[in-house]
């Protein structure tokens, strides 16, 4: 029962462009999504997040946006470099509910080529 | 400051010997995590201390036995371990566990011999 899913393991985009990295999730409790970014032997680093109550976050080149009736969110990064890639793992909690456990994708392999 | 450290990086060990994992954190953080993760998977949780108390504890097998001494710091003692228990062992902080973010640690690459 996988409840975060991330459908591309995999994707290639020329350095400049957008990176637009999707995650779908089924469970309705979560009300909170992040997205972290990790390098090979390294621990995950945290990017970006989003509460239920909003549709959309930005942070410089990152901007996360929710959809909820969809139960999708997706993550741009513009304009993709080199050193962006990475693997990225969407992940989402249902807060106090679930005592801050973090449920993750299983994560999709950006390539960034110059 | 977002740093979560972990020692050692590397650990090797025999399926008889007992070794420990050692995380700090110095933020003021009150949720601490372990997880695990193998190789082109996602992390999964093991234990969550939220209060210095041990809040979650994911089914995880009793060889794996976690301690949290004080608020910053957190140890997962490790004994007669399995080859299959090889993985990359992650110390997670947050400053709570309700929709806050947890910052991770570099991890521990653990093998078991």
């Known amino acids: 029962d996988q409840q975060v899913k991330q459908n591309s393991p995999s994707l290639s985009v020329q350095e400049g462009r957008i990176s637009i990295l999707n995650c779908d999730y089924t469970?309705?409790?979560?009300?909170?999504f992040l997205w972290y970014k990790k390098y090979p032997a390294e621990g995950p680093t945290f990017l970006i997040s989003?509460?239920?109550?909003?549709d959309k976050n930005e942070d410089g080149r990152f901007t996360v946006f929710l959809n909820k009736s969809a139960k999708h969110l997706s993550l741009h990064i513009v304009p993709s470099q080199p050193g962006d890639s990475a693997v990225y793992f969407c992940?989402?909690?249902?807060?106090?509910?679930?005592?801050?456990?973090?449920?993750f994708g299983q994560g999709t392999e950006l390539s960034v080529k110059p | 400051d977002t740093e979560v450290t972990q020692t050692p990086k590397h650990l090797v060990m025999g399926m008889t010997n007992k070794k420990s994992l050692k995380c700090e954190q110095h933020?003021?953080?009150?949720?601490m995590y372990w997880y695990k993760q193998k190789a082109k998977k996602p992390p999964e949780l093991m234990f969550v201390?939220?209060?210095?108390?041990?809040?979650i504890n994911e089914s995880v097998p009793s060889r794996f036995s976690p301690e949290c001494p004080n608020s910053s710091l957190l140890n997962l003692h490790l004994h007669a371990l399995q080859p299959e228990d090889s993985a990359l062992y992650l110390c997670?902080?947050?400053?709570?566990?309700?929709?806050?973010?947890?910052?991770f640690g570099p991890g521990t690459r653990l093998t078991v011999t």
């Open positions: 997670a902080s947050s400053q709570g566990t309700g929709g806050a973010e947890q910052y």
């Open positions: 992940a989402a909690s249902a807060g106090y509910n679930q005592g801050g456990k973090l449920i």
């Open positions: 469970n309705s409790m979560f009300d909170y």
């Open positions: 933020m003021g953080h009150r949720a």
């Open positions: 989003i509460s239920s109550i909003k």
């Open positions: 201390y939220s209060y210095e108390k041990l809040s």
